[in-house]
T-cell receptor, first 117, second 114 residues
Framework: AQKVTQAQTEISVVEKEDVTLDCVYE???????LFWYKQPPSGELVFLIR??????QNEISGRYSWNFQKSTSSFNFTITASQVVDSAVYFC??????????????FGQGTILTVHP | DAGVIQSPRHEVTEMGQEVTLRCKPI?????LFWYRQTMMRGLELLIY????????DSGMPEDRFSAKMPNASFSTLKIQPSEPRDSAVYFC????????????FGPGTRLTVL
């Protein structure tokens, strides 16, 4: 069975601080995919990034960066120089790579990030 | 391209009434997922379909909940009779069913049962 754990329920920072959201996963599959989604106060769930288990290269996109470490089963997300608009709930998710998964995602419980001005 | 479309966006009803939530997935996507989100339970997967066939409905809370997908472009989630504890935001999402594809979510339906 797959499991995603986001141990941080809530994080509060002041604007311009860097913040890292932790994600730890469990799976017996050797091939899998990891995702991050953002849910701003408006409520919609927005896809941010997908990584596959073959590729442990870290990725940077503007102020966002992701650190994937297979050895520790972690896929952490860092926001550099946080802004008020980053305030949202962030979800980490996992999917199997095989076609019989039908694209099903296992989500973590989410981390509420509040960035204060 | 249009994203996932859900209707209604808001629904207020009284306990005991039937509620039907609707979803139009992204054209070409062959997997469809219904989720429920509450403060207490977070994001829960209720049921999902592949090529219009229900694959796993183990997340459906009770027999009062049912879902159908009569064709590739339409799905419904029905609650009959509704209860106050069904109040939540219900999301529909679609994806290509190959493992590793991201799900695209609709805007959600906020259901309030009085």
């Amino acid at each position: 069975a797959q499991k995603v754990t986001q141990a941080q329920t809530e994080i509060s920072v002041v604007e311009k601080e860097d913040v890292t959201l932790d994600c730890v996963y469990e799976t017996r599959d050797t091939t899998y995919y990891l995702f991050w989604y953002k849910q701003p106060p408006s409520g919609e769930l927005v896809f941010l990034i997908r990584r596959n288990s073959f590729d442990e290269q870290n990725e940077i996109s503007g102020r966002y960066s992701w650190n994937f470490q297979k050895s520790t089963s972690s896929f952490n997300f860092t926001i550099t120089a946080s802004q008020v608009v980053d305030s949202a709930v962030y979800f980490c998710a996992l999917s199997e790579a095989k076609w019989t998964s039908y694209g099903k995602l296992t989500f973590g419980q989410g981390t509420i990030l509040t960035v204060h001005p | 391209d249009a994203g996932v479309i859900q209707s209604p966006r808001h629904e207020v009803t009284e306990m005991g009434q039937e509620v039907t939530l609707r979803c139009k997935p992204i054209s070409g996507h062959n997997s469809l997922f219904w989720y429920r989100q509450t403060m207490m339970r977070g994001l829960e997967l209720l049921i999902y379909f592949n090529n219009n066939v229900p694959i796993d409905d183990s997340g459906m809370p009770e027999d009062r909940f049912s879902a159908k997908m009569p064709n590739a472009s339409f799905s419904t989630l029905k609650i009959q009779p509704s209860e106050p504890r069904d109040s939540a935001v219900y999301f529909c999402a679609s994806s290509l069913s190959r493992g590793g594809n991201e799900q695209f979510f609709g805007p959600g339906t906020r259901l309030t049962v009085l």
